[in-house]
């Protein structure tokens, strides 16, 4: 299957500093790409949707302020978690598409805020 | 009601038993059924990718797909230590670029020596 790489796998920050999480599609070409949050012993929730050179598409109740997402090339995504807060801590994963084909899930990063 | 229904477990079963995992769904509308492992502190794993309705095998792993009654399973056969993990189910409307998948909440499996 084709592999995805997050960095950092972990982070720590103090409260009210910005984190960027890198996504890489490292074999292939996502022309999408998707950011998860996911909370321990839940389910992964689907963040935001990542069109390489197009603002990506929030999910309901995600704040596109305090969650920045860029893709700027074919091969990689950021999530820029702004300002942020002991609530904000989490496991966040990213994955990749290629058209037609199936998802691949990145190792993910995880964020502890103090 | 949650579009995708899992029950979360856990599941205890000793090694060599036959690990039986399932999911039941609301929108008809899903064609394509997938189910992911997880380990603890890791990224999900693609492990089987079906379409429709029917039976699909690779290895140990046998997914089934039933539109009818709007239920998949997952069966492992001769489990090991190594499958203790958390199992997710996840199905999407189409394969189509930018699709999005919808997860049940995982069972975990423990798989005892």
């Given at each position: 299957g084709a592999v995805v790489s997050q960095h950092p796998s972990r982070v720590i920050c103090k409260s009210g500093t910005s984190v960027k999480i890198e996504c890489r599609s490292l074999d292939f070409q996502a022309t999408t790409m998707f950011w998860y949050r996911q909370f321990p012993k839940q389910s992964l929730m689907l963040m935001a949707t990542s069109n390489e050179g197009s603002k990506a598409t929030y999910e309901q109740g995600v704040e596109k302020d305090k969650f920045l997402i860029n893709h700027a090339s074919l091969t990689l995504s950021t999530l820029t978690v702004t300002s942020?807060?002991?609530?904000?801590?989490s496991f966040y994963i990213c994955s990749a598409i290629v058209p037609y084909n199936e998802q691949f899930f990145g190792p993910g990063t995880r964020l502890t805020v103090l | 009601q949650k579009e995708v229904e899992q029950d979360p477990g856990p599941l205890s079963v000793p090694e060599g038993a036959i690990v039986s995992l399932n999911c039941t769904y609301s929108n008809s509308a899903f064609q394509y059924f997938m189910w992911y492992r997880q380990y603890s502190r890791k990224g999900p794993e693609l492990l089987m990718y079906t379409y429709s309705s029917g039976n699909k095998e690779d290895g140990r792993f046998t997914a089934q797909v039933d539109k009818s009654s709007k239920y998949i399973s997952l069966f492992i056969r001769?489990?090991?230590?190594?499958?203790s993990a958390t199992y997710l189910c996840a199905m999407s409307v189409?394969?189509?670029?930018g699709n999005k998948l919808t997860f049940g909440g995982g069972t975990r499996v423990l798989v005892k020596p």
């Open positions: 942020a807060h002991p609530e904000d801590s | 001769d489990s090991q230590p190594s499958d189409s394969r189509a670029a």
